[in-house]
């Protein structure tokens, strides 16, 4: 993802917000019910290859714009479509390298072609 992103810009992320996500206003979104991690109180980290999953369940798209690291954690930064009020004007940061809500896992791009007539 971050090597497409450097390469044509903006990609597609589909993931499944949880109700929590709603109420995001700033910072780092990681998903508040901590249900998902292991005895270790880490993020369980297996991906939809490991589990041998074709597909998970999503159901909001958002626009992945650009990555980075805040206070040693990483992040995507992403562009809602529920307006500027919204988060942080529009948009929002979700943890990476774990998959949050699936982010990682369903994500689409393209290289457009243009057809003359």
Known sequence: MMKE???RGPIIGNFEPPSD?????NG???YADLSFRDETDEPNTTNMREDG???ERVDHSVLIVGYGEENGKKFWRLQNSWGNNWG????????????ECSV??????????????
Do not use: Q
């Open 104 to 117: 990682e896992s369903m994500g689409e791009a393209a290289i457009p072609t243009v057809v003359k007539n």
């Open 88 to 99: 942080e004007d529009g948009f929002f940061k979700m943890r990476r390298g774990t998959d």
């Open 53 to 55: 999953m074709d597909w």
């Open 21 to 25: 996500f709603s109420f995001y206003k």
């Open 28 to 30: 780092i979104y990681e």
């Open 5 to 7: 992103l450097r390469a």
